[in-house]
Each structure stands twice: as C-alpha cells, then as structure tokens.
C-alpha cells in the first residue's frame, strides 16, 4: 500500500478520496545543463493514480497547497 502526503503540508491523502476534494498530480523535475540547473514544474489537468510513483511527480491536496508550492520553488 502507499501513502501519498502533500508535498507542502503534508496531509495524508484519504484511501478514496472523500467527494469535492481533489488532490493536484503534478511534476517537478530538475535538469542539469552545462551553466545551470533548470527547474521545470507542470501540474496534470486531473489525478492519475497511475502515475503517482513516476520520476519527479509530486502531490499536493488543494488549490492553496498548490500555489504556496510554486511560491516557494525557486525558479519555477
Ligand atoms: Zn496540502
């Protein structure tokens, strides 16, 4: 079993996700280039349990969550 927790406070996500509250997919991945580390930050349209575990890919479980994570990504 895996536990998802939003990657900016925390909260475990639910089993079945309780009706109205969807968590945000998104990816946050770091490339290395000869000068400088570039941060790419992308958010899916819509969860995909699927794709939870890939490379990079991080969760967060409101809109709030999600734009105080991009607040303090540097870069993004
Ligand atoms: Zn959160």
């Not at 509250?21 to 290395?32: N, Q, T, V």
Request: hydrophobic content about 35%; overall charge negative; glycine content about 6%.
């Amino acid at each position: 079993m895996v536990k998802i927790t939003c990657d900016n406070c925390g909260e475990e996500r639910p089993e079945r996700s309780a009706a109205g509250k969807e968590w945000i997919l998104g990816y946050d991945i770091e490339m290395e280039s000869p000068n400088a580390i570039q941060r790419s930050l992308r958010f899916l349209d819509r969860w995909d349990n699927r794709r939870v575990l890939e490379f990079g890919a991080i969760h967060l479980c409101c809109e709030q969550c999600k734009s105080e994570y991009k607040t303090a990504a540097p870069a993004a």
